[in-house]
């Protein structure tokens, strides 16, 4: 059985650590990100490895970078669409249109066009299919204060597994997303020097190791194609979400 995954936003945190969990597994990786001294420098001794500096906003980037990884490997089984990010937290009134339109670009419009390419060469391999993994987020149930752009575009994620997971039934193409809460990871140091930033005496979110979260998207892409993790939630055990509190 091949094993040969691309991780979207590689180069840190949840991605990053994903990819050395997989390649630890003896999968084969593609890894995208903007940054992509990074990524060779994190990466490039691994032949198993394969940076691609990537948009994933960026369509012929997007299509680019695939193309690459399966004219050097083969195929595709597996997708993990990560790649994200948080702009300055506001309440509606105050979001401006460009942070707005970023957060869709690279949150919504990234996961689209990334699943979009990997679908198309999983439908058409032989033997056909694979699995899409979105990273959606506590975020895709439940918001943070001040979050309306990343909370509405991961809520719309959710939208984008289930439409994935009915569509690809007939090519063996299961669709399925991780909901993270708090992996310790840059984006959540920021979001808590934000949170004690506004508030001084605020307690800090609990936070989990990162490494929990990737072993998770290990244990839903090794799954047969007739098996499928819709939905998975993990999450810091003690950290507001549940509830009213
Ligand atoms: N940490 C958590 O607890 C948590 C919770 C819920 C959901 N998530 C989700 O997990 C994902 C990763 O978050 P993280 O915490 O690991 O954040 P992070 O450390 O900031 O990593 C974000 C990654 O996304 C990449 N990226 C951003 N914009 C990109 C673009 N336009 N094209 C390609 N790559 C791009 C970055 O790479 P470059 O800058 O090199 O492009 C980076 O590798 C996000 O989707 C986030 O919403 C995280």
């Given at each position: 059985?091949?094993k040969?995954?691309?991780?979207?936003?590689?180069?840190?945190?949840?991605?990053?650590?994903?990819?050395?969990?997989?390649?630890?597994a003896?999968?084969?990786?593609?890894?995208i990100?903007?940054?992509?001294?990074?990524?060779?420098?994190?990466?490039?001794?691994?032949?198993?490895?394969m940076?691609?500096e990537?948009?994933?906003?960026?369509?012929?980037?997007?299509?680019?970078?695939?193309?690459?990884?399966v004219?050097?490997?083969?195929?595709l089984?597996?997708?993990?669409?990560?790649?994200?990010?948080?702009?300055?937290?506001?309440?509606i009134?105050?979001v401006?249109?460009?942070?707005?339109?970023?957060?869709?670009d690279?949150?919504l419009?990234?996961?689209?066009?990334?699943a979009?390419?990997?679908?198309?060469?999983?439908r058409?391999?032989?033997?056909?299919?694979?699995?899409i993994i979105?990273?959606?987020?506590i975020?895709?149930?439940?918001?943070?204060?001040?979050?309306?752009?990343?909370?509405?575009t991961?809520?719309?994620?959710?939208?984008?597994?289930?439409?994935?997971?009915?569509d690809?039934r007939?090519?063996?193409?299961?669709?399925?997303?991780i909901?993270?809460?708090?992996?310790?990871?840059?984006?959540v140091?920021?979001?808590?020097a934000?949170?004690?930033?506004?508030?001084?005496n605020?307690?800090?979110?609990?936070?989990?190791?990162?490494?929990?979260?990737?072993r998770?998207?290990?244990?839903?892409?090794?799954?047969?194609?007739d098996?499928?993790?819709?939905?998975?939630?993990?999450?810091?055990s003690?950290?507001?979400f549940?509830?009213?509190?």
């Amino acid at each position: 059985m091949s094993k040969n995954i691309i991780i979207t936003g590689a180069s840190s945190g949840i991605g990053r650590a994903t990819a050395d969990c997989f390649l630890a597994a003896g999968w084969t990786v593609g890894l995208i990100a903007r940054r992509s001294a990074v990524l060779s420098q994190v990466f490039g001794d691994n032949p198993a490895a394969m940076p691609l500096e990537c948009d994933v906003s960026d369509e012929g980037a997007v299509a680019a970078a695939f193309d690459a990884f399966v004219a050097k490997f083969g195929r595709l089984d597996v997708l993990f669409n990560n790649a994200g990010l948080f702009t300055p937290a506001a309440s509606i009134d105050e979001v401006t249109l460009k942070n707005w339109k970023t957060s869709v670009d690279v949150n919504l419009t990234g996961s689209f066009l990334c699943a979009r390419k990997a679908f198309g060469l999983m439908r058409a391999q032989d033997p056909q299919g694979g699995r899409i993994i979105n990273n959606g987020s506590i975020s895709a149930h439940t918001p943070r204060p001040g979050s309306v752009a990343y909370t509405a575009t991961k809520h719309a994620i959710t939208g984008l597994t289930k439409s994935i997971a009915l569509d690809g039934r007939p090519y063996r193409i299961n669709g399925g997303q991780i909901d993270i809460g708090n992996a310790g990871t840059e984006m959540v140091t920021e979001l808590n020097a934000r949170k004690l930033a506004a508030d001084p005496n605020a307690t800090p979110d609990p936070v989990m190791d990162v490494n929990h979260s990737a072993r998770a998207v290990l244990q839903m892409a090794e799954l047969p194609l007739d098996t499928n993790i819709l939905f998975m939630t993990i999450m810091a055990s003690e950290m507001a979400f549940v509830g009213r509190g």
